[in-house]
């Protein structure tokens, strides 16, 4: 590193772009605090659907109720 804290720098535009550079790192710092949130919420659900009994797993689709089947022609 440089012996220049260039937080304290009299030069403003030197002094805005440090702040700008630490804006972006706490926003991207904050992106990846919501990205491990998901993450950890859709691992606990994963867990929890690993817990269940196999036979809940197992049960028929819910869609077949609104499927339309043609009847089938015998030739």
Do not use: C
């Amino acid at each position: 590193m440089s012996d220049k804290p260039y937080f304290h720098e009299p030069n403003h535009t030197i002094h805005l772009r440090v702040w700008a550079l630490g804006q972006m790192v706490w926003g991207a710092f904050l992106g990846g605090l919501f990205l491990a949130v998901i993450a950890a919420v859709l691992i606990g659900i994963w867990i929890v659907g690993q817990l269940l009994p196999e036979q809940s797993k197992q049960a028929p689709s819910p869609y077949s109720a609104i499927v339309i089947e043609s009847p089938e022609r015998s030739a």
